[in-house]
């Protein structure tokens, strides 16, 4: 007895063990407690009872969609920062000009955590309606030890919330605040000493990541925090190369890191470095080209076999954006990725750079989350093609329809 069955679907598994993206025609998916009980030619299925039945009209259907890098929980916004960029201002001279993260410091402490969560809840539900079935949220906009503990607790009650889409926590050392610019290495061991271990001793993330750039930490700072997150158990990524090349992948690298993000500024010895440790590479488009950015190296990363991942990067800043598919479109224009690797990006490898391959999390194979998005289009180039169109028809998470 399975509780739903799709069938007449172009299934589009992601699967490792098939080739390029695991592509079933006239397939069924048969789910149960919330996971795949099979998945195959519809010709070979031996139709059992099941509670219900979806006919997906000959469309594709996907694993749900795996946002891995988004900045979720934050209060306010920064449209003047976006307009004054469109007028010719820089990054570094807006963030120069009190802009910037700090600007999102002030309303995120101020609000409260029923204002943070239903500002958090509102973006989410607008994630899972373009097809976003789990994703990676970082703090960062708070920057003081019980600060950045309260977020990710806020982060913790909503995941835990009915409807939730799967939520993986991560504690981000974004910046050193204005107010501890003067003794920043206090800052960077308060980080080390007493928000890392917290973090891990009540479980509120299960991964450490730190920008590691011109104005944000430096190579040594990095060093020092992701090296206690490792101590403590925790998993460890890099906001790497954005701005400029520290020198971060080989410290990735050494450590084990899940993913290197960014990546507008990395060398050949970096890129070699990522290969090595088989980190993936998590692809922004969104914020590079908002912030007029170089693209990074992809023909390179590819050549060097390095796992590519996209994401939105949602924060306020560099990229106010709940959508995975305007990210598939800006990947295969922008970047020049294929729409293959593209396609992989929000799904396999978004899931590896979670830690997630193991859970099926990112693919459509038996024994895996019953997590899927059914689209009203047959090929996968379509979606990022047809760009503006919400092509997203039904969204399935734990084998429970939300849409
Ligand atoms: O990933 N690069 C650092 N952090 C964010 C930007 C955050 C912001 O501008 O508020 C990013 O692009
Ligand atoms: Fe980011």
């Not at 299925?45 to 006919?55: E, K, L, M, P, T």
């Not at 020092?224 to 998993?235: M, S």
Request: charged share 20%.
């Amino acid at each position: 007895m399975t509780d739903l069955v799709i069938r007449n679907a172009r299934v589009m598994t992601c699967d490792p063990k098939r080739d390029g993206l695991g592509v079933i025609e006239e397939a069924v998916i048969a789910i149960a407690d919330g996971r795949i009980a099979w998945v195959g030619p519809e010709a070979t299925y031996a139709a059992g009872r099941s509670s219900a039945v979806i006919d997906a009209g000959g469309q594709l259907v996907t694993p749900g969609l795996v946002d891995c890098h988004t900045h979720a929980i934050f209060a306010g916004q920064r449209a003047n920062e976006f307009a004054m960029r469109a007028a010719g201002a820089g990054y570094l001279e807006i963030a120069a000009a009190g802009g910037g993260i700090n600007a999102t410091l002030g309303p995120t402490r101020a609000a409260s955590d029923a204002d943070l969560i239903a500002l958090l809840e509102g973006r989410l539900a607008t994630l899972l309606a373009g097809g976003t079935t789990t994703l990676e949220i970082k703090s960062g906009y708070d920057l003081t030890v019980a600060g950045e503990l309260r977020l990710l607790r806020c982060v913790a009650e909503a995941a835990r919330r009915p409807g939730a889409p799967r939520i993986v926590p991560t504690l981000l050392a974004h910046l050193v605040p204005p107010e501890r610019k003067a003794d920043r290495d206090t800052f960077v061991r308060e980080l080390v000493l007493d928000l890392v271990p917290a973090v891990a001793r009540e479980g509120l993330a299960t991964s450490v990541d730190v920008y590691c750039d011109e104005g944000a930490f430096t190579l040594a700072e990095t060093t020092a925090i992701l090296t206690a997150a490792k101590a403590a158990g925790l998993a460890v990524r890099g906001h790497v190369g954005q701005f400029a090349d520290l020198g971060a992948a080989s410290l990735l690298a050494d450590l084990g890191a899940l993913s290197g993000d960014h990546l507008e500024q990395i060398d050949d010895a970096g890129i070699a470095a990522l290969a090595r440790a088989g980190i993936v590479a998590v692809m922004l488009p969104g914020a590079c080209v908002q912030l007029r950015l170089p693209v990074p190296p992809i023909a390179k990363l590819r050549a060097a076999g390095v796992p590519m991942a996209i994401a939105s990067d949602l924060n306020p800043g560099s990229s106010y954006c709940e959508a995975l598919p305007i990210q598939l479109w800006l990947a295969t224009t922008h970047y020049a990725m294929t729409v293959d690797e593209a396609w992989l990006g929000v799904t396999r490898h978004a899931a590896r750079a979670l830690g997630l391959s193991a859970t099926g999390v990112g693919t459509i194979a038996v024994g895996g989350p019953a997590d899927l998005v059914l689209w009203s289009c047959r090929e996968p180039a379509e979606v990022p093609y047809r760009y503006a169109a919400n092509l997203v028809e039904r969204v399935i998470v734990a084998g429970v329809p939300r849409s």
